[in-house]
């Protein structure tokens, strides 16, 4: 696993006005954990604690939004929803021209 200031960097699967989901890469059974986007869309590494009983994530880390991240809702089964996917892409492309990039920048 890649690491960011010590802490591990998880991809994100799906960023939505509201939340940032990723597939937690430590649990057997396919499990989604959530966290709130405050509506930001672009590309980025965020640090988040954990409630994750997992001990690599225990300790926090990092959510890495970026080109293969889906800009979309979750269906009630986890499923992507397609209908509001064009909106928020053209969304996102608006922030990332506002923010000036579309890569992320390593400190």
Request: aromatic share 10%.
């Amino acid at each position: 696993m890649k690491l960011y200031k010590n802490f591990p960097i998880v991809e994100a699967h799906v960023v939505n006005l509201n939340n940032i989901i990723f597939k937690c890469p430590f649990h057997k059974k396919k499990t989604f954990h959530y966290h709130g986007s405050c509506g930001d869309l672009t590309n980025r590494r965020t640090h988040r604690g954990s409630h994750c009983p997992s001990k690599e994530l225990k300790q926090g880390y990092y959510l890495e939004i970026n080109q293969k991240t889906t800009r979309a809702y979750l269906g009630s089964i986890n499923q992507i929803l397609k209908r509001d996917q064009q909106l928020l892409n053209q969304l996102w492309i608006q922030q990332q021209n506002i923010k000036g990039t579309y890569d992320i920048i390593e400190n």
